[in-house]
């Protein structure tokens, strides 16, 4: 069975700081891969997803993450943080033709202003 | 366009208790999903549905039962609540994988 690790679980940011949440993923057959975000109190939204094409992907409020097929990995990045990006971050997978999504135990991320 | 609603938003059971929790889709998606989110494990999923009349069981599916009779309702019962099932509870419903999910705003239930 597919499973994902996301080996940060708290991160501490100040505001402009670089970031880059891991996320690994088991299963190395064809895969669709996601990152969510959920805010204080909210629940996911997607952030952005991979399913085939460029690795580099870019989504909303400045994200992208790189998928390395090679290192079953799709981490997360962005160049300049902000407070408002406070959240939980999740990877999540899925394998090709299983329509089930398997996430990662989750990223908390504080940004301190 | 509400996307996915889910209810009640709160809900406080005493242990044995029963309980259900709708799910509701409006963008015709055949894909649905139960998930519980609790700290430091992230979402499991509970049960799903690949379409009208059809349920099956996820990782975490004991205690918890569901029902699909209409492609839009996707319905999540509690025969017997017990304080191990106080979580927060999502549904989510998707058109296929490549898309993702779009979430409920979710449910927190506490067991006493």
């Known amino acids: 069975a597919q499973s994902v690790s996301q080996h940060n679980h708290h991160v501490i940011l100040s505001e402009a700081a670089s970031l880059e949440l891991g996320c690994n993923y088991s299963y190395g057959g064809t895969v669709n891969l996601f990152w969510y975000v959920q805010y204080p109190g909210q629940h996911l939204q997607l952030l952005l997803k991979?399913?085939?094409?460029?690795?580099l992907v870019k989504g909303i409020k400045g994200f992208e993450a790189e998928f390395i097929k090679s290192k079953f990995s799709f981490n997360l990045r962005k160049p300049s943080v902000q407070w408002s990006d406070t959240a939980e971050y999740f990877c999540a997978v899925s394998n090709f033709g299983n329509e089930k999504l398997t996430f990662g135990t989750g990223t908390r991320l504080t940004i301190i202003p | 366009n509400a996307g996915v609603t889910q209810t009640p938003k709160f809900r406080v059971l005493k242990t044995g208790q029963s309980m259900t929790l709708l799910c509701a889709q409006d963008?015709?998606?055949?894909?649905m999903y139960w998930y519980r989110q609790d700290p430091g494990m992230g979402l499991r999923l509970i049960h799903y549905s690949v379409g009208e009349g059809t349920t099956a069981k996820g990782e975490v599916p004991d205690g918890y039962n569901v029902s699909r009779l209409k492609k839009q309702n996707f319905l999540l019962g509690l025969e017997s609540a017990a304080p191990s099932q106080t979580s927060v509870y999502f549904c989510?419903?998707?058109?296929?994988?490549?898309?993702?999910?779009?979430f409920g705003s979710g449910t927190r239930l506490t067991v006493v």
């Open positions: 989510a419903s998707s058109l296929n994988s490549v898309y993702g999910y779009t």
């Open positions: 991979y399913f085939s094409g460029d690795p």
């Open positions: 963008m015709n998606h055949e894909y």
